[in-house]
């Protein structure tokens, strides 16, 4: 089938991810919804790199699986700590600094 | 090549600067007898400025010229026409009896940490200033001065901000943070009027390609660089609006009064008699040489703002209740008239209003540091505090009345020259504006006496009847200064030879003539 | 689009397999980047065998070695000329080694060896139980207020792994400006974030706030970077490539070799056009540029003040050399398309920092507000477009980049029982207590104000010179103004320090250690020497100025 | 010999400067110093008269150029002294009166502690008026025109302590500044319209015109006004003249020098020293004419119902030199008589005023004529002098003030038509009142019964001696006594002067030959003979003398003023016009500047504050996104992403 429709669905997906961002409270969820965009990227590098006919989308799909794990052991760490401290993993109670 | 002098009139009292804030903190006294002595070492330096320059030789003279930053088309390059040197001769005397009439402003009453030396501070900053001013009046690129002219605002930011009258009446709490504010309202003023100046100072780069205003000028002359009209008059009101400021010209003069009232005598001095004197020397040099026909479109503008400027400031000073903001409006009105002399596009107007500057110079300083002394001595800045002075203190009292009398131009003072040829240079233009600026000088008469009879005569105050009259180091600052302004009202002519050609170049910038008498004479 | 008219794997799977002939690296070109994350590597190793006491002297051994002998590096690359005539692209095409990159290399090294010293203060903090303690926690894994809090700092651990962090992230910087490929790029972009997401979150003191700060900078980082990533995918289905040279040729349209099957993929402006927004997004998150300012405030006053410093000043070297590098290499043939919007961000981004600076209570937010506005003046340069926009950014950076470290630096002298004293009113009178520190941050406030004679004047004037230039001069104007906004809470910083009377329970000024005085007294330094002469600074720029393609 | 000019105003400046500066130790002997140089400088004077006088009539004119004072490019003012027969006459009148008055100061002064300074302004006042009269510019005339302003204003409030002194010097001051204002007005016009301001290009003489001829009769007119301006200022004139009276409350010997012989008369000097440039404005001269007019009717009025002594004479003093302005203005008639007038008034009004100061010596400081009376057998050298002074300036017949003032009246009438009628009715309308409020004057201090013996406390107006004067009861009622000899004896010169002067001038036309070259002179024919004209002023004198007999000599002068008569009460407040000048100026004046200090603040100031104030609110209201949350952060990230898209968009799109 078309691959352009790929492209459409990674908009959508890396949408619904940045939504997932703005209306999640849970850090945690917050953060899944930030993976999630990641890999609508990745569709759209693997998709891409099957039009073009070239490998280095797929290449830097790679990249970005490890960077995103990384992402992951440095994102937890923090908030885990995060949730230790208040023992809640709600992004809006942390609001001590404002205005 | 010869001994740098410029630089060294304006090296030395940086140096000398650095050198009284190091002074350690116990030796006060050390530090001001340093202070006064760079002050009239330079002061020394001046007078050979004087007498090396010739006023028929060059346009600019004892030049220096060095390579600074490229990149911006900035060159370290100094020299001095007859207007300058004069000013700088008026700034380097001035400032020993400012640091005279200051001896004990900076005594520190609060114990602050060891470390804490409010009168070398003092000292070296007014220091401080005399060296930027200095360079200013000596900088020809047009870089230069703008660094220095910015720069100067920071030590006066700390003297307005930092040192105030002693015994105030509202006590030091409230007198601390109206001198802040009044420090703040200085330094904005000027800041903002100063970052206008630097767009058009970039804009000035962009259209010109370099700073030199020997350079520029020159290229305007021959018409090898041609500014469209509107860039012309864009430049010309960014460089106007800040020298506006600093001189200040009605509407854009607020700032005056508060500085004055809160600073010390001497930094009040300091304000209105050297630093300001900045702002109209930099439209003299600057605003004509640069854009010539874009000052004579402002032209009518201007005038109407100074003649505003002279007449609301005069009325303002009548109806002050405070003596410092009294002189402080008599100054706006009397920078009215210099703005005017120099706007009125005729020699007489021209040299008037330089001459005006020196004399200003000295008859301000003369009546606002009797006015300090007096205040120090009652601790009060209100005119109904006082009463009677005259008859327990009579030589303050006869030395306030000169400094008054010079300051409403009295014909043998030095200002009535200056003030008279500002008022025909204008006459020979716009005699209606003449006609109308001459109701000043009844307006000065008015505001000068009222505060004469209202301090001075009239029975003894019981507050005042104690008040000891003017001591030693008082009268070693006020006589000089009289004697000056007495001279100089006789004899004007040394200063006018070195002004005139000056003058007659600027005028010729600006494709001036002096319009001709009706009647010519036979002969 | 016909399926047949499709590449078929499989087919050339088929076929021989052309022998892949091995990459060569120039590692003497890229000593410096090596050197530093070598270092780091060798800091995790210490972490892992050296026993902890001597663990710290080790760690700000290595580190120091390392940054200075990649400052060496980078000095020796441009000395050798790759900084003009010898520059070109290394790496197999990844890295740029060019003027540009390595002047900002060179600012990065030593604003991180600066930011080092005032990492490895420990005179500040009263001993704990008899060993000193730097800024960051003892034990960041513990809960605060918990017993195993009080038992690691009973037993005096100390934090020392922000050493390697720190190595790894100004590795990260060092790669960023010089990437010459989007994946190269995005990489860098992640390797000097995340470093700084946990440092955020190692305060000593306040560490509730610290989490907070670093919580909200790694989510928001995150956000960023999957946009960042989103534009480059875009950008890689423009062109069919992710090095800068073939999407500019692209961009450009003297592209020979096109395929007519990708000819509707290939040069669709859209997605240029979406890619390279989504792209120079995640670029202005990164330099704190309103709209995309707003973690900026928040984690510079959460955040250690020593990172704090290193943030403000490396991270926007880094990051505007990127950009820099994105908007002259990639996508000077969309000029006409990014300028206006840039133009927008620029002022809204001048303008909204120094006004919400006016109502600041917290000396560390203002400084992040006046950071900023700072991050719009530099965006008055980079729009110029010229080679002068180049130079004066490079220029404005240096200088920046060390008044800032200063700054901060001054902030974590200042102290109360509850560390450092970040609200304004406790600094009321401190020139009265402390003449002299009070005096080096007025100096730093005045450089950051744009006074003349001091280095903040000279960038400012620079960068205005190149916009006005190159026909911005409304920009300038709007510049001059937000100037004139922003100096007057400097201003208000200096009266409180200098007019106000002292508070009798005010904070006291901690007697730093050489360390810091040493990053002081180098703010100090610099700002004067580029304010007074910056000649030779100026040309090093502007030699410098020119990108490789 | 004309550098004998330069001493001549030197003497007395160096005696102000040493008074002044010498400070204390010169308390005790300095007046002499003062009194000596001022006798120099009338020696000096007598040697150039002579000078002169041995010169033929057309090169009777010496001038000294001592230094070029302002050279700014078309802008040239010399320091150059111009001594001719006008201005000779001026410096003889200035030293000779001023030096009599010196030595009589010496006595009435001699208890005041600030004595040395009194004299140190005295002599300042006679450099500034030779100043006046002998520079060769306007420019340098105006020096020496502010210069004597300031020397009065020092001199009026010399008793600074009170304060009606401080406020009368600060009023002569400021409404002198008005005139001043004219005066620099008018020399701004010779400026641009002539290209400069000296005496000799500019009026030339009568063998060649100056530069005058050449200018419009436009100009000329707005000149010659601007020059009457100056006048009204300085001769307290009408509008101007309302300074006059308060400058009373200096001592009286001022009084006698200042406001009545010299100071005064510089207007005079001016119209007259400007007479080419008048006699080309008929307009304007129609305007001094007018001015003079008003001012003798206006002087006199006042003069009849001030029951201060000083403050009558002052309205004399006016009204005598409406008279002079008057044939001033009537042009080349009445130069010559004006400046005769000048000079006879210059001795019968200071005798008078140092006769009233002499009564007040004696009367320990009363001013009040209804508390005086009778003193003629306690004060017989005072009573002679001031009625000699009395006969003079009435214009008994033979006296001096007989042939000034009948001069001047007949040359009103020849000034021709209406006008001419008119000017002469007014003169003579002012010799019978002047003869009136004189007789008044002299009835109610000379005669009628000892009022003084049951008067209550004196109000002492001038407290030379004080405050000694006040304590002690003995003084309650005073026990007036002749004045001593350094006082009586200038009275007793200046007497002598007046009988005298205006016959030696007359006869012969003395004075008219002496300054007809300056001045020019022509006979206009006058519509009545002078025989009639004379007895016209014989009868209106009488008529005044006895009704003035017939209100104070026949019945008993009241101690109180009574209520009066409406003319009476506004005469008595100066026909209320100083009243309007409170009024309209000071009020008003008051008004003005208290809105604009309030504007200055409020609008001004307030536009900036506001704008500050405008920023902090707005910075306020942006703070309020900066709300803590992570998400909202988010949202304005993502909200900023778009944007940029679109806009980039947008941009391609456009």
Redesign the interface.
């Known amino acids: 089938m078309n691959p352009v429709n790929y492209l459409y669905l990674a908009a959508l997906l890396f949408t619904i991810g940045a939504t997932g961002v703005l209306v999640r409270r849970n850090a945690i969820v917050v953060f899944m919804c930030v993976e999630l965009m990641l890999n609508a990227c990745n569709l759209a590098f693997v998709t891409f790199s099957r039009m073009h006919g070239n490998l280095d989308g797929q290449i830097i799909a790679f990249f970005t699986m490890v960077v995103a794990a990384a992402e992951v052991v440095v994102g937890l760490a923090i908030i885990v700590s995060l949730f230790r401290t208040r023992h809640s993993a709600s992004v809006d109670d942390a609001s001590l600094m404002k205005l | 090549m010869s001994f740098p002098l410029l630089t060294a009139t304006a090296a030395l009292p940086a140096l000398g600067a650095v050198a009284t804030a190091a002074v350690p903190a116990a030796q006060r006294t050390a530090a001001k007898w340093l202070a006064l002595l760079v002050s009239l070492a330079t002061l020394a330096l001046a007078v050979t400025v004087l007498v090396r320059f010739d006023p028929d030789g060059e346009r600019y003279q004892l030049t220096e010229n060095h390579?600074?930053?490229?990149?911006?088309g900035v060159r370290y390059e100094l020299g001095v026409d007859g207007i300058a040197v004069a000013l700088i001769a008026l700034t380097a005397l001035l400032i020993p009896f400012i640091i005279l009439a200051g001896w004990h402003d900076a005594d520190p009453l609060?114990t602050?940490?060891r470390?804490?030396?409010p009168t070398q501070g003092f000292f070296a900053l007014i220091l401080a200033v005399e060296a930027m001013v200095v360079i200013s009046f000596e900088a020809t690129d047009v870089f230069l001065f703008?660094?220095?002219f910015?720069?100067m605002?920071?030590p006066m930011?700390?003297l307005i901000?930092?040192f105030g009258d002693r015994a105030h009446a509202h006590g030091e709490?409230t007198a601390?943070t109206q001198?802040?504010y009044a420090?703040?309202k200085f330094?904005?003023?000027n800041?903002?009027g100063g970052?206008?100046m630097?767009?058009a100072v970039?804009?000035l780069?962009?259209a010109a390609g370099n700073f030199s205003l020997t350079e520029i000028a020159d290229a305007r002359a021959n018409g090898t660089l041609h500014m469209a009209t509107n860039t012309e008059r864009w430049l010309f009101l960014g460089f106007f609006f800040a020298f506006a400021v600093k001189a200040p010209l009605?509407?854009l003069?607020?700032w005056l009064p508060n500085a004055m009232q809160e600073a010390t005598a001497p930094v009040a001095v300091l304000i209105t008699a050297v630093v300001d004197k900045v702002g109209t020397f930099a439209m003299l040099r600057f605003c004509l040489q640069l854009f010539p026909e874009a000052s004579k479109w402002a032209t009518p503008v201007v005038l109407v703002l100074a003649l505003i400027s002279i007449i609301?400031g005069a009325?303002?000073a009548?109806?002050?209740r405070d003596i410092k903001r009294l002189v402080a409006y008599a100054s706006i009105s009397h920078f009215g008239f210099i703005i005017m002399g120099v706007f009125a596009m005729t020699?007489?107007g021209q040299?008037?209003a330089t001459l005006y500057m020196v004399n200003h110079g000295i008859s301000t300083a003369a009546l606002m540091l009797v006015a300090g002394f007096l205040i120090s001595r009652r601790g009060s800045r209100l005119i109904a505090d006082y009463g009677?002075v005259?008859?327990v203190a009579p030589v303050l009292a006869?030395t306030f009345l000169i400094g008054g009398?010079a300051t409403l131009s009295?014909?043998?003072l030095a200002p009535?020259?200056s003030e008279?040829?500002v008022?025909?240079g204008t006459?020979?233009r716009y005699?209606v504006i003449?006609?109308i600026a001459?109701?000043g000088?009844?307006l000065a008469?008015?505001y000068t006496?009222?505060l004469y009879?209202r301090t001075?005569?009239?029975?003894?105050k019981p507050e005042v009847s104690a008040m000891p009259d003017l001591r030693v180091r008082e009268v070693l600052v006020v006589a000089p200064l009289i004697v000056l302004l007495i001279f100089l009202g006789?004899?004007?002519?040394p200063v006018?030879?070195i002004i005139?050609p000056a003058?007659?170049q600027t005028l010729s910038d600006v494709h001036e003539k002096?319009?001709?008498?009706?009647?010519?004479?036979?002969k | 689009m016909s399926a047949t008219a499709v590449h078929s794997l499989w087919t050339t799977a088929a076929e021989p397999i052309t022998k892949i002939d091995a990459p060569k690296i120039e590692y003497g070109q890229l000593s410096p980047t090596l050197i530093v994350v070598g270092a780091a590597l060798v800091g995790v190793l210490i972490e892992a065998f050296v026993p902890r006491r001597s663990r710290y002297y080790a760690q700000v051994f290595v580190s120091v070695v390392a940054l200075c002998a990649a400052f060496a590096a980078v000095v020796a690359l441009a000395a050798d000329g790759f900084g003009t005539t010898k520059a070109h692209i290394a790496a197999m095409g990844a890295i740029a080694v060019d003027g540009p990159a390595l002047f900002l290399q060179g600012t990065i090294l030593l604003a991180g060896l600066v930011g080092l010293f005032t990492f490895a203060e420990r005179r500040l903090d009263p001993a704990a139980h008899g060993n000193r303690v730097d800024s960051f926690a003892a034990q960041a894994a513990s809960v605060p207020g918990s017993d195993s809090e009080k038992a690691a700092v009973r037993a005096g651990f100390t934090t020392t792994e922000v050493f390697p962090l720190l190595l790894f992230a100004i590795g990260g910087m060092l790669i960023f400006p010089a990437a010459n490929d989007l994946l190269t790029l995005f990489v860098a972009l992640e390797v000097l974030s995340l470093p700084l997401y946990l440092l955020c979150a190692l305060a000593r003191r306040k560490r509730l706030v610290s989490q907070e700060a670093a919580v909200k900078y790694f989510l928001l980082g995150a956000f960023a970077s999957a946009f960042t990533l989103f534009g480059i995918a875009l950008l890689y289905g423009y062109a069919g490539s992710v090095s800068y040279a073939r999407i500019a040729q692209v961009v450009d349209g003297t592209v020979t070799d096109v395929d007519p099957a990708l000819a509707n993929t290939m040069g669709n402006d859209a997605l240029l056009l979406i890619g390279g927004a989504l792209l120079v997004m995640g670029l202005l998150f990164k330099v704190g540029a309103v709209p995309f300012h707003m973690w900026t405030p928040d984690v510079y006053q959460g955040a250690p003040t020593p990172v704090t410093g290193f943030m403000a000043a490396a991270t926007k070297v880094a990051a505007f050399g990127a950009l820099l590098r994105l908007l002259y290499v990639v996508l000077p043939g969309l000029r006409w398309d990014w300028r206006p919007v840039m133009w927008a961000v620029a002022i809204v981004t001048m303008l909204g920092g120094a006004i919400v600076a006016i109502t600041q209570t917290d000396i560390k937010r203002l400084l992040a507000y006046s950071s900023i506005a700072h991050s719009g003046f530099i965006l008055a340069g980079v729009i110029a477009t010229s080679k002068d926009g180049v130079s004066s950014v490079l220029f404005y950076l240096a200088g920046y980049s060390f008044v800032t470290i200063g700054a901060f630096a001054v902030v974590t002298l200042v102290r109360d029982a509850g560390g450092e004293a970040t609200h304004l009113s406790k600094w009321a009178g401190l020139g009265r207590r402390s003449p002299l520190v009070a005096a080096v941050f007025a100096v730093f406030l005045l450089a950051f104000a744009g006074i003349p004679l001091t280095s903040g004047f000279a960038g400012k004037f620079a960068v205005f010179k190149a916009a006005a230039d190159g026909g911005a001069v409304p920009l300038v104007i709007v510049g001059v103004i937000s100037s004139a906004i922003a100096a007057f809470f400097y201003i208000r910083v200096i009266v409180l320090m200098f007019f106000s009377e002292p508070k009798p329970e005010g904070p006291t000024v901690a007697v730093p250690s050489p360390l810091t005085m040493l990053a002081i007294g180098l703010g100090v330094a610099t700002t004067l020497v580029l304010g007074i002469a910056p000649q030779y600074f100026l040309d090093l720029a502007g030699q410098a100025g020119m990108f490789v393609r | 010999m004309e550098n004998l000019i330069a001493p001549l105003i030197a003497a007395p400046l160096l005696g102000a400067a040493v008074l002044l500066v010498g400070g204390r130790r010169l308390d005790r002997g300095g007046h002499w110093i003062g009194v000596l140089l001022s006798f120099v400088s009338f020696a000096l004077g007598l040697v150039l008269f002579a000078d002169l006088l041995g010169k033929g009539a057309g090169h009777r004119t010496l001038t000294q150029h001592l230094f070029s004072w302002i050279p700014v490019a078309g802008f040239q003012a010399d320091v150059t002294f111009r001594l001719d027969q006008l201005s000779m006459t001026f410096v003889l009148l200035i030293t000779g009166v001023g030096s009599l008055i010196h030595l009589y100061s010496v006595g009435y002064m001699a208890h005041d502690e600030r004595r040395r300074r009194f004299f140190g302004y005295l002599n300042l006042f006679l450099a500034a008026m030779l100043l006046l009269v002998l520079a060769d510019n306007y420019l340098l005339l105006y020096v020496g025109w502010e210069g004597v302003g300031l020397a009065s204003f020092l001199l009026i409030g010399f008793w600074q302590h009170k304060p009606s002194a401080a406020t009368a010097a600060k009023k002569a001051f400021l409404v002198n500044r008005v005139g001043d204002m004219g005066l620099s007005i008018a020399i701004m016009l010779m400026f641009t319209t002539f290209g400069g301001f000296a005496f000799g290009p500019l009026l030339g003489t009568h063998e060649e015109p100056g530069l005058v001829g050449g200018a419009s009769e436009g100009k000329l007119t707005a000149i010659a006004l601007m020059l009457l301006l100056a006048a009204c200022g300085k001769s307290a004139q009408v509008p101007l003249q309302s300074w006059l009276g308060d400058a009373m409350e200096g001592p009286t010997p001022v009084s006698a020098l200042i406001h009545a012989a010299t100071m005064v008369t510089a207007g005079v000097y001016l119209i007259v020293r400007s007479g080419a440039i008048f006699n080309a404005a008929p307009d304007a001269q129609l305007a001094v004419t007018v001015v003079g007019a008003v001012t003798l009717l206006f002087g006199a009025i006042v003069g009849c119902a001030k029951d201060d002594i000083k403050k009558a004479l002052a309205g004399s003093t006016m009204s005598q030199i409406g008279y002079m302005v008057l044939a001033a203005g009537l042009g080349p008639i009445g130069y010559v008589f004006a400046i005769m007038h000048l000079v006879t008034h210059g001795f019968f009004k200071a005798g008078l005023f140092l006769g009233a100061g002499s009564v007040m010596h004696g009367m320990n400081d009363e001013v009040d004529m209804r508390r005086y009376g009778g003193l003629r057998k306690y004060m017989p050298v005072t009573f002679v002098t001031f009625g000699l002074g009395y006969l003079a300036i009435i214009g008994f017949p033979g006296l001096s003030g007989f042939f000034s003032k009948d001069k001047i009246i007949e040359a009103a009438f020849a000034k021709g038509g209406t006008e001419g009628w008119i000017l002469g009715g007014a003169a003579l309308l002012g010799a019978a009142i002047t003869a009136f409020y004189m007789t008044r004057v002299m009835l109610m201090t000379f005669f009628g019964e000892e009022r003084w013996r049951n008067a209550p406390a004196p109000s002492p107006a001038e407290p030379s001696v004080e405050p000694a004067a006040e304590a002690g009861g003995e003084h309650a009622v005073p026990h007036p006594h002749e004045s001593p000899k350094v006082m009586t004896i200038p009275m007793i010169v200046l007497a002598v002067g007046s009988v005298f002067g205006g016959a030696f001038f007359s006869i012969g036309d003395r004075f008219l030959n002496w300054l007809e070259p300056v001045t020019g002179h022509d006979h206009g024919d006058s519509p009545l003979s002078a025989g009639v004209i004379t007895g016209a002023t014989m009868v209106c004198l009488v008529v005044g003398v006895a009704l003035a007999w017939a209100q104070y000599g026949g019945k008993p002068v009241p101690a109180l003023a009574p209520r009066g008569s409406l003319l009476t009460r506004a005469a008595r407040r100066d026909l209320l016009q100083d009243d309007f000048n409170h009024v309209v100026l000071v009020r008003g004046g008051e008004h003005l500047t208290r809105s604009l200090v309030y504007l200055d603040h409020s609008l001004v100031d307030g536009v900036v504050n506001g704008t500050a104030a405008g920023f902090g609110g707005l910075s306020g209201r942006l703070r309020r996104f900066q709300n803590g949350f992570a998400r909202s952060y988010a949202v304005s990230m993502f909200g900023g992403a778009a944007l940029l898209v679109a806009a980039t968009l947008l941009m391609r799109a456009v």
């Open positions: 390579a600074w930053i490229e990149d911006f609060e602050g940490s470390r804490w030396r703008y660094i220095f910015e720069a605002l920071i930011y700390f901000g930092g709490e601390a001198r802040s420090a703040v330094l904005l003023y800041l903002a970052l206008i630097l767009a970039i804009g780069y962009v009605w509407p003069h607020t609301y009325l303002l009548v109806g002050q020699s007489q040299s008037g009677g005259q008859k006869g009398l009295l014909p043998g009535f020259v008279f040829l008022l025909v006459f020979t005699p003449g006609i001459t109701f000088i009844v008469a008015l006496l009222v009879q001075m005569t009239g029975p003894v006789v004899y004007p002519k006018t030879n005139d003058v007659k002096d319009p001709r008498p009706e009647v010519e004479a036979a």
